[in-house]
C-alpha cells in the first residue's frame, strides 16, 4: 500500500475476525506517514495465525510501526508461526516483526510456541514492541532481531508503564 494511513501491505483488519491457517504474508509493504503493518494491520477486533509465516514485510514511512504485524487495539494471537526477516525502517518506526498498541482488559498479543528472528526496526523493538497493553510470549524464539539505537530492546521492548504495561516471557 502507498500512502499516508495506508494500513496493511497483505492483510488489514478492522473490528473483523481475520483467521490464517497454514499460509504466506510474505513481501508486502506500506509506504507514506502513518502506514502501519507491513504484513498484517489488525485494528481492534481479532486476528488469528496458526502455522503461518510473515516473511520479509517492509514499513517505511513516518510514525509506520509493525514490519510484520501491528496491532492497535485487537486480539492477536501467533500460534506456531515465523515472523521472520520484518522491517521497520524508519528512524521513528518501531516493532520490526510484531507492534502491539493494547490495553490491560480485553486486548491483547499473544505469541505461543513461534519463532520471531531475523527481524530490523530503526528506532526500538527489532522482534517485539509493546507500546502499552499486554504482550504474552510463551515458548517461542526470539533471536537474531536488531535496531539501530542502543539499549532499545534488539529482541524485545516494553516500552509503557508499569500501571498500563505488561510484558510477560515464559
Known amino acids: ?26 513481501e508486502n509493504f506500506t509506504m507514506g506517514s502513518q502506514a502501519s503493518g507491513g504484513g498484517l494491520a489488525l485494528t481492534g477486533g481479532s486476528a488469528g495465525l496458526n502455522a503461518t509465516s510473515g516473511d520479509f514485510n517492509v514499513v517505511s514511512g ?32 518501531k516493532g520490526g516483526g510484531i507492534y502491539s498498541d493494547t490495553n490491560l482488559g480485553a486486548q491483547s498479543t499473544t505469541i505461543i510456541n513461534s519463532t520471531v528472528s531475523g527481524n530490523s526496526a ?9 507500546a502499552d ?27 509503557g508503564n508499569v500501571a498500563t504495561t505488561l510484558t510477560s516471557v515464559s
Open 62 to 93: 513516518s510514525n509506520s510501526h509493525g514490519g510484520g504485524i501491528w496491532n492497535n487495539g485487537g486480539v492477536l494471537t501467533v500460534l506456531g508461526s515465523s515472523i521472520v526477516r520484518n522491517q521497520a525502517n524508519h528512524a521513528t518506526s
Open 1 to 26: 500500500t502507498n500512502g499516508g494511513n495506508s494500513e496493511g501491505g497483505g492483510l488489514a483488519g478492522v473490528n473483523s475476525h481475520l483467521v490464517a491457517n497454514r499460509s504466506f504474508i510474505n
Open 133 to 159: 497493553g499486554r504482550v504474552d510470549i510463551k515458548h517461542s524464539t526470539i533471536t537474531n532481531n536488531s535496531t539501530t539505537t542502543t539499549g532499545a530492546g534488539s529482541g524485545v521492548e516494553s516500552f
Open 122 to 130: 530503526a528506532s526500538r523493538g527489532g522482534g517485539v514492541f509493546n
